[in-house]
């Protein structure tokens, strides 16, 4: 099996989520894993030009010419590797109740239709994907609304776009490490959570 991990930890090694990775890397060791770091790679953003060539192309099904393709480039290299993977993880920190902009560019560069998304088909079947992040509180993962603490549209977002890709299954640890108190048992609580995940998807 193959495992992609996208991750975006912009704090480096003081990064609270990089934990939950870690956890992760140690439940999940000898499996095949790439790595997309979004701090080093630029995702490719929709201009004028690249949103007409791929509606023409993935819309329209007409061919692209060099120009055209080219402008397509990156986003059909992102695509290609999610497909390859089995198993995709992604991990970076909550950002004002939701996922950083990089990560949402990401997402972004990668539902293409006719690829890993089609109207009424599982596009993606036979993939799962887990999310993991941290944030400074702990929000509900199971509701959204403007009540507080159900302010996590990551879980909204994450859910609404791996299902609408197809995915067999999507998972979501989220948790706060912030007070030092309390750090140790929530490690201990997600670890447990991520090892009944690997044992799941792996074995």
Excluded: C
Aim: charged share 25%.
């Amino acid at each position: 099996m193959k495992t992609l991990i996208i991750k975006y930890l912009p704090t480096g090694e003081n990064s609270k989520t990089k934990k939950l990775l870690d956890l992760f890397l140690q439940e999940a060791a000898g499996q095949k894993i790439e790595t997309v770091d979004l701090l080093k790679e630029k995702m490719p953003l929709f201009d004028e030009n690249s949103i007409q060539a791929y509606y023409k192309r993935n819309y329209g099904g007409q061919k692209l010419n060099e120009s055209e393709a080219k402008l397509l480039e990156q986003n059909d290299k992102l695509v290609a590797q999610l497909k390859s993977a089995d198993v995709t993880v992604m991990a970076y920190p909550m950002h004002n109740f939701g996922m950083p902009a990089a990560v949402k560019a990401y997402l972004d560069a990668v539902v293409m239709k006719g690829e890993t998304f089609d109207y009424g088909q599982k596009m993606m079947a036979g993939k799962k994907v887990l999310t993991l992040f941290t944030s400074g509180g702990i929000y509900s993962e199971n509701t959204f609304n403007f009540d507080y603490p159900n302010w996590n549209s990551i879980a909204l977002m994450t859910k609404a776009n791996f299902s609408f890709m197809g995915f067999d299954e999507s998972e979501i640890i989220g948790t706060s490490l912030r007070d030092e108190a309390t750090e140790a048992e929530r490690l201990n609580e997600a670890k447990s959570k991520i090892s009944t995940i690997v044992k799941k998807w792996y074995n």
